[in-house]
């Protein structure tokens, strides 16, 4: 019989979806984009998940830094009042979702879990390699490998942001969900700003306006708050009857 050894190990004989370097080749960046949106949103809708409070600060503080300490007291008051805990058949409302890594986001994982809820870790992967902190709940905790993607699942079910203390990381999430929200592409939520001397200090929005490059208004899109039980009164404030579970349930259908 005829040897078809050669054939047999060729990479074109390979299963397609076992081809790893098939996968992983620039013509199936498309496959991997619709993989990483399904995977996550399989498993979230598993754990009935139908809105979120996102986190994002700074992942460079630690443990008894202030910022550190107010992430962890606001996510433990959010997930006691805002429906984490429910836990029903119609779902878990309002459930702490933040970058999965280090600092703020540890922080604000760790709150919800010292309230007895679950939280949301979506990792990225990095140069150098971001490890998941070790408060998100194992079966809500991601990895992606698209920022894109990431931003997507942070946004699509955000009812509110809360934005401490960070660097680029967390204004490119701030201003991707101001963005969002300011053109239409997302309904409103509230958007708070943790520790105002920090944000006014940092950007003056206020210029844009003058300038003529953002609308008045635009300024009401955000509000700051100094203490962690004021950044979730400034979400009820915000959101209104929109912070009801029929309100949120009708914005996920």
Not at 33 to 57: C, H, P, W
Not at 166 to 171: A, D, E, I, K, Q
């Amino acid at each position: 019989m005829p040897d078809n050894s050669a054939q047999k190990n060729s990479p074109s004989y390979r299963i397609a979806a076992l081809d790893q370097d098939f996968l992983l080749g620039d013509s199936m960046r498309g496959a991997r984009f619709m993989l990483e949106y399904q995977k996550a949103e399989d498993n979230l809708r598993a754990r009935g998940i139908l809105s979120t409070i996102v986190v994002f600060g700074s992942a460079r503080v630690r443990e008894g830094n202030p910022w550190y300490e107010a992430a962890r007291s606001f996510a433990k008051i959010a997930s006691e009042r805002g429906g984490a805990l429910d836990g029903k058949e119609s779902g878990r409302r309002h459930v702490i979702a933040t970058g999965g890594g280090p600092g703020i986001m540890e922080a604000a994982n760790r709150g919800a879990v010292e309230a007895g809820a679950v939280s949301i870790g979506f990792n990225i992967t990095l140069p150098h390699e971001q490890d998941p902190n070790a408060w998100s709940t194992p079966d809500l905790t991601f990895r992606f490998h698209y920022f894109a993607m990431r931003k997507m699942h942070l946004a699509m079910r955000a009812a509110a942001l809360v934005v401490f203390p960070g660097g680029f990381g967390t204004l490119d999430e701030l201003f991707e969900i101001m963005t969002l929200v300011q053109t239409g592409k997302m309904p409103p939520v509230p958007i708070v700003l943790y520790d105002s001397a920090y944000w006014q200090g940092l950007i003056n929005l206020e210029r844009m306006a003058e300038a003529g490059f953002i609308r008045p208004e635009d300024l009401k899109l955000f509000c700051y708050a100094d203490s962690p039980e004021e950044a979730y009164q400034r979400i009820l404030d915000g959101a209104g009857e929109s912070w009801t579970p029929k309100a949120v349930e009708k914005v996920q259908t």
